[in-house]
């Protein structure tokens, strides 16, 4: 009796185990993270900062749409998005140099 109870608890443990090493993983592919040469500098600390409160660096990285980076960003703060025109500019800049289009 207390054995098979025992043994209950361990399948417990391990489907819970197995159920959060599941949505780890799922976890770790729905945010893709920036490539480690499209960082650096003071331009990518801006655009992360500015550009991943409001979704993840996927929705740059994936962006198939046709407007220029500064229409994106005119966009953006039609969303609510606040940016400095300092900031903008560098983050022009990096977005440009970095996925140009
Ligand atoms: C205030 C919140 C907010 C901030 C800050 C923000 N965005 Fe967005 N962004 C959105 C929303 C909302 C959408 C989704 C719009 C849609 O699905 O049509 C979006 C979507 C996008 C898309 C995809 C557009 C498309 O047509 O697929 C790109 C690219 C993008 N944002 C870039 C940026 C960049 C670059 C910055 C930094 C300057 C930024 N976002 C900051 C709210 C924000």
């Not at 399948?11 to 819970?16: F, L, N, P, Q, Y």
């Not at 893709?32 to 500098?41: L, N």
């Not at 740059?60 to 940016?83: C, D, H, K």
Request: charged share 20%.
């Amino acid at each position: 009796m207390a054995k098979g109870f025992s043994k209950k608890i361990a399948t417990g443990i391990t489907m819970m185990m197995v159920g959060t090493a599941i949505g780890l993983s799922a976890m770790s592919s729905y945010a893709q993270p920036i490539p480690k040469e499209k960082q650096g500098g003071k331009e990518y600390l801006t655009f992360q900062s500015v550009c991943t409160t409001c979704h993840d660096a996927s929705r740059v990285q994936n962006y198939s749409g046709t407007l220029p980076w500064p229409e994106v960003i005119t966009q953006m703060r039609s969303f609510g998005a606040f940016v400095t025109d300092d900031q903008t500019k560098e983050i022009e800049d990096y977005l440009q140099k970095t996925y140009p289009r």
